[in-house]
């Protein structure tokens, strides 16, 4: 069974940080798409990170500069640190990935992400 456990929230002051895990199991990672997305209260799920199988990352214009995401192919796990947090990003981060052979989408059940002012 494909899961996808994220780890890593908590309550934070604006300004602080957090790294996010998006640990994987069922299934190597290592040559899929992976991606981060949020839901803030009130909101749609929205793109906030993607890294590719060639390392190549994009970012939401809103946490560029600010968020990055790796992957440790050791650990099938996924990262999302954080940095310089505003009230806004307060959120439930989901992870998600996309196979490769064949395009199957999994998501993880997310892990809340609270940023006070």
């Known amino acids: 069974q494909v899961q996808l456990v994220e780890s890593g929230g908590g309550l934070v002051q604006a300004g602080g940080s957090l790294r996010l895990s998006c640990a994987a199991s069922?299934?190597?990672?290592?040559?899929?798409?992976m991606f981060w997305y949020r839901q803030g209260p009130g909101k749609e799920r929205e793109f906030v990170a993607h890294?590719?199988?060639?390392?190549?990352?994009t970012y939401t214009d809103s946490v560029k500069g600010r968020f990055t995401i790796s992957r440790d192919v050791a650990k099938n796990t996924v990262y999302l640190q954080m940095n310089s947090l505003k009230p806004e990003d307060t959120a439930i981060y989901y992870c998600?990935?996309?196979?490769?052979?064949?395009?199957?989408?999994?998501w993880g059940q997310g892990t809340q992400v609270t940023v006070s002012s």
């Open positions: 998600r990935a996309r196979a490769f052979d064949g395009g199957n989408i999994y």
């Open positions: 069922g299934r190597t990672f290592s040559r899929d798409d």
């Open positions: 890294i590719g199988t060639n390392d190549d990352r």
